[in-house]
């Protein structure tokens, strides 16, 4: 069975105080951790798979916790930030596919709360690539100030997630392009280089890239690293650099190369010249 990545912890520390009291309130912190922020499964259609997620209580006061699904996907800004919406919101959701249990559970300090779920897949033959949801673990504590006519209790809460990414198997198209890449040089101002990345395939990409400049002898003068690009299926995000050197007048080439995995790796070379 795949488990998805390697046990990580993923740790969420808050403490958001709020009261409608005037004068000084404790604040407290929650801190949860998941066992698996992601699970990915490659699964044909009708097929099932079961697995577990540890929640562990680190904090110092027993946490209520609440579980519930939703939808996410990428950004268009490409930075590994996320839009969420309720089950059946976006394309590609795996959300009604996911069964879980416990729905809610106290955990208490220093102990572990073990969640079971099971993801079915559809039997339906026109699936095909990723689909997604998110598991979400919702903690609360409440203050422990006793409320009186003149004030009200606070409950301070976090949220922290397992991401679900579910491939059909066999049906995976990883394929993305560099797109309206642009090299801006001058002997003054550092190296700019800009451009998009386009994701032409059915799974979302995490793609990681660099760039160098070559003179027009070959040799590299210069190198440096592209931002990491998170990118939906379908979509199309920007990437900006710059090298902050100074280079010498005279005809260069730019080479930037984004590494999207499994054999996926993107190379555009685009020509310069400093006066």
Same mark, same amino acid.
């Given at each position: 069975?795949?488990r998805?990545l390697a046990?990580?912890? !993923?740790i969420?520390?808050?403490?958001l105080a ?7 309130r404790p @604040?407290?912190a929650?801190n949860?951790s998941?066992s698996? &922020?992601v @699970?990915r499964?490659t699964?044909?259609p ?5 697995g ?7 904090g110092q006061?027993p946490v209520q ?7 996410w ?7 590994g *930030?996320?839009?969420?919406?309720p ?11 996911i ?15 073990i969640?079971?779920?099971t993801?079915t ?10 689909y997604y949801?998110?598991?979400?673990f919702?903690?609360?504590?409440a203050?422990?100030?006793?409320a ?5 209790a606070?409950?301070y809460?976090a949220?922290?997630g397992s ?8 049906t995976?198209?990883?394929?993305a392009t !560099?797109k309206d890449v642009?090299?801006t040089?001058?002997?003054?101002? &550092?190296l700019?280089i800009q451009g998009? !990345?386009? *994701?032409?395939g059915n @799974? ?17 003068t210069a190198r440096g690293?592209?931002p ?6 379908g *979509?199309? @995000?920007?990437?900006e650099?710059e090298w902050?050197?100074?280079l010498?007048?005279?005809?260069y ?5 984004y590494d999207?995995?499994?054999d996926?790796?993107?190379v555009?070379e685009v020509?310069?010249?400093v &006066?």
């Amino acid at each position: 069975m795949s488990r998805g990545l390697a046990s990580k912890r !993923l740790i969420a520390i808050v403490g958001l105080a709020s009261s409608l009291l005037l004068g000084a309130r404790p @604040v407290f912190a929650i801190n949860l951790s998941a066992s698996q &922020p992601v @699970v990915r499964e490659t699964l044909k259609p009708g097929a099932a798979i079961q697995g577990s997620i540890e929640l562990t209580n680190s904090g110092q006061e027993p946490v209520q916790v609440k579980l519930y699904l939703e939808d996410w996907r990428y950004t268009e800004a490409g930075d590994g *930030n996320k839009d969420f919406g309720p089950p059946g919101t976006f394309p590609r959701s795996a959300a009604d596919w996911i069964r879980f249990r416990p729905q809610q559970v106290e955990i208490a300090p220093g102990k572990t709360a073990i969640v079971d779920y099971t993801i079915t897949v559809p039997q339906d033959t026109t699936l095909d690539g990723g689909y997604y949801a998110v598991l979400f673990f919702e903690s609360m504590i409440a203050d422990p100030t006793q409320a009186d006519q003149d004030s009200v209790a606070v409950k301070y809460a976090a949220r922290l997630g397992s991401l679900f990414l579910v491939e059909i198997d066999n049906t995976v198209r990883r394929e993305a392009t !560099l797109k309206d890449v642009q090299v801006t040089a001058a002997a003054a101002t &550092p190296l700019r280089i800009q451009g998009s !990345l386009s *994701n032409e395939g059915n @799974v979302s990409l995490k793609c990681s890239g660099t760039f160098h400049v070559m003179s027009a002898q070959g040799m590299v003068t210069a190198r440096g690293e592209l931002p990491l690009r998170y990118v939906w299926p379908g *979509n199309q @995000v920007p990437f900006e650099a710059e090298w902050p050197g100074k280079l010498a007048s005279g005809a260069y080439s730019t080479v930037a190369t984004y590494d999207c995995g499994d054999d996926l790796v993107l190379v555009e070379e685009v020509a310069a010249s400093v &006066p």
